[in-house]
């Protein structure tokens, strides 16, 4: 159940409500049911991404010359909205990577022909898609990434490593953040990078706590030679194209955190209805009534700070500070919001069979991926002049 | 071939229902409205049909302004126009009224096969499609689970229960009521809800299609609505087992009155 405040709320028109619905009608009947078992499997069937891709699912804010729906930020908040009714955070990962990612920065600085040969069948599911910027001694220290691309004639030539990289054991192209010039920020540029070309393996997929179903690789690359034009933006600014494409990333984790704990609360509160303890239900102790109360307020705190910030990047306004508040707040808060639920629920609640077990395991990797915390509140001193 | 579906917006099954302050009806306020699910496997299955033979499917749906969301989502599955029924002077209709108006807006629209759910989820009458047929002439197969087509000769499949199957064969012009299983619906896709809303909506009151329908000529009239009494609380008994037994057969025989 959604807040009633939610599809009410103006720039939410009835198509968008009908986007939320179709999404999760989708979720529940083709993700939900198998999410336990693609957790175990460690992976999920690839088909799935041409039937997200048939759905419209992977392209909502693409133009339509390239297959995408056209539609705005408020439809994208939509649609992660209703991604939480796949119960399984991974696959959500898995596809918000593909839509939201890996793609976006390809639509709004790539050439015609990279659209052609990696946007367009990435929306339509037919290719899978991987954002690589992470590598070993590169995670929230982004400038200091090592993956070089040296340009020799009208190739580069790549060679380095990627850690980290969802969707890696099986993408079909990579956005990837490679050095081309001098030390630091400025020696940064991105490419679009085909995953057939030789010198390219994939390592170990790693084991990991959470987000089970969604593969995390770690990738090699040996004297890999793409065409100099794959390019992706200008030379050396691939940092500033970094920072641009993290914006629309840290939004959507933090709209999907806030929509997450927002069902589990409402799942615990229907579950205290349910469970008696002492001879009533347990969510008629006033200790949970006041603790779901608190949380019910943050999480609605939580919800018109992501809206605020949807408004402004949906208006192309600068929104750098509420996306990273957003994602702070949503992702920390997060935290103590699963932990309650999932004591709520006690010995059931260390199950992985009650979603809200999983749920509180895989909610942990919010305050890490896309940006730590720690960062988060850095790029706010920054820009609060602290 | 034209094929129309006939199509009721009912309450979410999920919806907590209550009875609103004159009993006359339910509160509307928080309630979520859906396509009634046996519509589904209707919309689905007309789409089939024009899949395999071509035409046109158009969705019919009788009730108040919000109906048309419902078609709505019809039209995103992939159905090409909607007709809207949404007139004061269809507001108090009773089945026939309903059935009255559906069958002259199939009739103008000139369908040639008709398809509905097997019941509305709502008021469960199940009478709606089955007087259609009746006043358009057509045969009527209920509740089907399957349907080929050759021609404009049709073979269905009913479970009619005990495990038996009957089939019927039926020629077309007809009207089906889709059971549950009959196919697998296809979703709303995004595409298709942005599709849906430059699909063409027709709208018919009841003067229009020259009915009788509406409240005043409702031969089935409602008194109120009220509430199933709440379930009592179930009961233990105690004392020797054989007492326990006589007990419980003559509770079962004079208070349930099951036996
Ligand atoms: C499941 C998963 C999926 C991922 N998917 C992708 C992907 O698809 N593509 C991709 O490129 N990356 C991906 N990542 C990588 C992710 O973005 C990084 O893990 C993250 O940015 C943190 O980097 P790190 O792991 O190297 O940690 P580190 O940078 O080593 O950080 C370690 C700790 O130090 C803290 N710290 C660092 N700098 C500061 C500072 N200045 N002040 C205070 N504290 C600081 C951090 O907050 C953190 O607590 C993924 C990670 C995970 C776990």
């Known amino acids: 159940?959604?807040?009633?405040?939610?599809?009410?709320?103006?720039?939410?028109?009835?198509?968008?409500?009908?986007?939320?619905?179709?999404?999760?009608?989708?979720?529940?009947?083709?993700?939900?049911?198998?999410?336990?078992?693609?957790?175990?499997e460690g992976i999920f069937p690839v088909e799935l991404f041409k039937k997200a891709g048939e759905m419209g699912l992977l392209g909502i804010r693409v133009d339509p010359s390239w297959g995408g729906l056209g539609m705005d930020?408020?439809?994208?908040?939509?649609?992660?909205?209703?991604?939480?009714?796949?119960?399984?955070?991974?696959?959500?990962?898995?596809?918000?990577?593909?839509?939201?990612?890996?793609?976006?920065?390809?639509?709004?600085?790539?050439?015609?022909?990279?659209?052609?040969?990696?946007?367009?069948?990435?929306?339509?599911?037919?290719?899978?898609?991987?954002?690589?910027?992470?590598?070993?001694?590169?995670?929230?220290?982004?400038?200091?990434?090592?993956?070089?691309?040296?340009?020799?004639?009208?190739?580069?030539?790549?060679?380095?490593?990627?850690?980290?990289?969802?969707?890696?054991?099986?993408?079909?192209?990579?956005?990837?953040?490679?050095?081309?010039?001098?030390?630091?920020?400025?020696?940064?540029?991105?490419?679009?990078?085909?995953?057939?070309?030789?010198?390219?393996?994939?390592?170990?997929?790693?084991?990991?706590?959470?987000?089970?179903?969604?593969?995390?690789?770690?990738?090699?690359f040996d004297e890999c030679r793409v065409p100099a034009r794959f390019l992706l933006g200008q030379e050396n600014m691939g940092f500033y194209h970094i920072m641009t494409n993290f914006q629309g990333e840290r939004l959507v984790a933090a709209l999907s955190a806030m929509a997450g704990m927002e069902k589990a609360v409402r799942e615990a509160i229907q579950y205290g209805t349910e469970r008696s303890a002492f001879g009533r239900p347990i969510g008629k102790f006033q200790v949970w009534r006041h603790r779901f109360a608190e949380h019910l307020t943050a999480i609605e705190a939580g919800r018109w700070l992501c809206y605020r910030a949807v408004d402004l990047e949906d208006r192309g306004q600068p929104a750098t500070r509420e996306i990273t508040m957003a994602k702070l707040f949503c992702g920390d808060l997060a935290q103590r919001v699963m932990y309650d639920c999932m004591q709520f629920y006690g010995g059931f609640g260390y199950t992985t069979e009650y979603p809200v077990g999983r749920a509180w395991r895989d909610i942990r990797l919010l305050t890490v991926g896309g940006g730590t915390s720690e960062v988060m509140k850095e790029i706010l001193v920054k820009m609060e002049g602290l | 071939m034209n094929i129309g579906v006939l199509l009721k917006q009912v309450p979410d099954t999920e919806s907590r229902i209550k009875i609103n302050g004159d009993a006359n009806g339910i509160e509307d306020g928080d309630i979520k409205w859906i396509v009634n699910p046996y519509d589904e496997f209707a919309v689905e299955q007309a789409l089939q049909v024009k899949s395999a033979v071509g035409g046109e499917v158009v969705i019919f749906s009788l009730g108040s302004s919000r109906t048309l969301d419902a078609a709505r989502t019809a039209l995103a599955m992939g159905a090409d126009r909607a007709v809207i029924l949404d007139d004061d002077g269809f507001a108090g209709s009773d089945s026939l009224g309903v059935a009255a108006s559906l069958a002259k807006a199939a009739q103008e629209e000139g369908i040639e096969l008709l398809f509905a759910g097997k019941q509305a989820i709502d008021d469960d009458a199940v009478q709606v499609p089955q007087i259609v047929g009746t006043l358009l002439e057509w045969p009527v197969a209920t509740a089907i689970s399957s349907y080929e087509q050759d021609g404009d000769s049709v073979t269905v499949k009913r479970e009619?229960?005990?495990?038996?199957?009957?089939?019927?064969?039926?020629?077309?012009?007809?009207?089906?009521?889709?059971?549950?299983?009959?196919?697998?619906?296809?979703?709303?896709?995004?595409?298709?809800?942005?599709?849906?809303?430059?699909?063409?909506?027709?709208?018919?009151?009841?003067?229009?299609?020259?009915?009788?329908?509406?409240?005043?000529?409702?031969?089935?009239?409602?008194?109120?609505?009220?509430?199933?009494?709440?379930?009592?609380?179930?009961?233990?008994?105690?004392?020797?087992?054989?007492?326990?037994?006589?007990?419980?057969?003559?509770?079962?025989?004079?208070?349930?009155?099951?036996?």
Request: proline letters at 6%; aromatic letters at 8%.
């Open chain 1, 1 to 40: 159940m959604n807040s009633p405040s939610a599809p009410a709320f103006p720039p939410f028109t009835p198509e968008h409500s009908a986007l939320r619905q179709a999404v999760k009608d989708f979720c529940i009947k083709e993700i939900a049911p198998y999410s336990e078992e693609w957790d175990k």
């Open chain 1, 73 to 220: 930020w408020w439809a994208t908040t939509a649609y992660v909205e209703g991604l939480t009714y796949c119960e399984n955070a991974g696959v959500a990962m898995a596809l918000m990577v593909q839509s939201d990612m890996a793609t976006p920065i390809i639509h709004e600085i790539g050439t015609e022909e990279q659209k052609d040969l990696f946007l367009k069948p990435a929306v339509a599911g037919d290719k899978i898609a991987a954002l690589g910027i992470s590598e070993p001694n590169a995670g929230s220290d982004v400038a200091n990434l090592e993956c070089r691309a040296r340009k020799v004639g009208d190739e580069y030539v790549i060679s380095g490593q990627k850690l980290w990289i969802t969707n890696g054991t099986r993408a079909d192209f990579i956005t990837l953040g490679v050095r081309t010039g001098e030390d630091g920020f400025g020696g940064i540029s991105l490419l679009t990078f085909p995953t057939d070309v030789k010198g390219y393996s994939i390592g170990r997929k790693l084991d990991k706590i959470g987000n089970l179903a969604s593969d995390t690789a770690e990738l090699f």
């Open chain 2, 160 to 259: 009619v229960g005990g495990g038996q199957t009957e089939v019927i064969k039926v020629t077309l012009p007809a009207v089906f009521t889709a059971d549950k299983g009959l196919n697998s619906p296809r979703y709303a896709s995004l595409p298709g809800i942005m599709k849906a809303k430059s699909k063409p909506v027709k709208r018919y009151t009841a003067d229009d299609l020259g009915v009788e329908a509406g409240a005043d000529n409702a031969k089935v009239t409602t008194d109120g609505y009220h509430m199933p009494p709440p379930r009592p609380a179930g009961r233990i008994l105690d004392g020797e087992l054989g007492d326990q037994v006589k007990e419980l057969v003559k509770l079962l025989r004079q208070e349930a009155k099951v036996l």
